[in-house]
T-cell receptor, first 115, second 112 residues
Framework: GENVEQHPSTLSVQEGDSAVIKCTYS??????FPWYKQELGKGPQLIID?????GEKKDQRIAVTLNKTAKHFSLHITETQPEDSAVYFC??????????????FGKGTLLTVNP | EAGVVQSPRYKIIEKKQPVAFWCNPI?????LYWYRQNLGQGPELLIR????????DSQLPKDRFSAERLKGVDSTLKIQPAELGDSAVYLC??????????FGSGTQLSVL
């Protein structure tokens, strides 16, 4: 099955700096890659996703890049704010089809933005 | 509009006791998922329903776990008997078909 590795496990940045979280996946047939933000005591919330037919997607301060050849995808947060502090999970869908029901999640990155 | 509602929020039980978790998905969402999230890990799928049918329960430990989704709306996940290793957060999520997953806040289970 799919295996998703996520790095780093913790990341501390100063407010206004950029943060980058990286993931690799093993199943070359995977074609849907969402990112979730999980705040303390809450369930994960989708913040951005990308499908394998595009290499980059941006939504205001958040961007995701995908390198299918290398099986890498990354989350980029610019101009970080204290409210960005949370655990971030990457995920990949098993097999083709783009369905998100068989998501395999990474282990998460605890992002701390210091004021 | 209300999101995915789960109860209870916390549950503490002794090992070998039964426990049940309840989930009310977003209105109109036909697909419902139960995930388990161990401390410091990402969620892992236990079971997926499309309407009232369990279409993927390959990750559900069927010797002690059971789930049902009567009438294709609310769902209940049960563990009987609970073991120490079952301590985790149990997350329910729903979606409209294969659309975006919306997660509830979860039930944090502690087995002593």
């Amino acid at each position: 099955g799919e295996n998703v590795e996520q790095h780093p496990s913790t990341l501390s940045v100063q407010e206004g700096d950029s943060a980058v979280i990286k993931c690799t996946y093993s199943d070359s047939a995977s074609n849907y890659f969402p990112w979730y933000k999980q705040e303390l005591g809450k369930g994960p919330q989708l913040i951005i996703d990308i499908r394998s037919n595009v290499g980059e997607k941006k939504d205001q301060r958040i961007a995701v890049t995908l390198n299918k050849t290398a099986k890498h995808f990354s989350l980029h947060i610019t101009e970080t704010q204290p409210e960005d502090s949370a655990v971030y999970f990457c995920a990949a869908s098993e097999g083709s089809g783009g369905s998100n029901y068989k998501l395999t999640f990474g282990k998460g990155t605890l992002l701390t933005v210091n004021p | 509009e209300a999101g995915v509602v789960q109860s209870p929020r916390y549950k503490i039980i002794e090992k070998k006791q039964p426990v049940a978790f309840w989930c009310n998905p977003i209105s109109g969402h036909n697909t419902l998922y139960w995930y388990r999230q161990n401390l410091g890990q990402g969620p892992e799928l236990l079971i997926r329903y499309e309407n009232e049918e369990a279409v993927d329960d390959s990750q559900l430990p069927k010797d002690r776990f059971s789930a049902e989704r009567l009438k294709g709306v609310d769902s209940t996940l049960k563990i009987q008997p609970a073991e120490l290793g079952d301590s985790a957060v149990y997350l329910c999520a729903s979606s409209l078909g294969f659309g975006e997953l919306f997660f509830g806040s979860g039930t944090q289970l502690s087995v002593l």
